[in-house]
């Protein structure tokens, strides 16, 4: 699977950022997808997840409310609406992908980041 992100860019505090990221070479509906993030200094960390039925998602506590993740199987497209945007949202995003992975997700594919930046 090769992941496609973008969206990413220089926002204000309160503001809002739609990330996108288009899969290829595979079955996309088999797959779990995942956004993480890395901020400087700190450990990658997974932001949201969604099966790959999009029956069931993950949103880790810091992001939850502010965040949505949603798929478009027909597109081959996993998206990451985020909203109510903080400074400490600032990281650089990765789309991940893992086959039919849930509980504990290990990606087998990274898409190559996008930067957030959130302004105070």
């Known amino acids: 699977v090769q992941l496609q992100a973008s969206g990413g860019g220089l926002v204000q505090a309160g503001g809002s950022l739609r990330l996108s990221c288009a899969a290829s070479g595979r079955t996309f509906s088999s797959y779990t997808m995942g956004w993480f993030r890395q901020a400087p200094g700190k450990a990658r960390e997974l932001v949201t997840a969604m099966d790959w039925s999009g029956g069931r998602t993950y949103y880790t506590d810091s992001v939850k409310g502010r965040f949505v993740i949603s798929r478009d199987n027909a597109k081959s497209t996993v998206y990451l609406q985020m909203n109510s945007l903080k400074p400490e949202d600032t990281a650089v995003y990765y789309c991940?992908?893992?086959?039919?992975?849930?509980?504990?997700?290990?990606?087998?594919?990274w898409g190559q980041g996008t930067q957030v930046t959130v302004s105070s």
């Open positions: 991940a992908a893992e086959y039919r992975a849930w509980g504990t997700i290990n990606p087998n594919y």
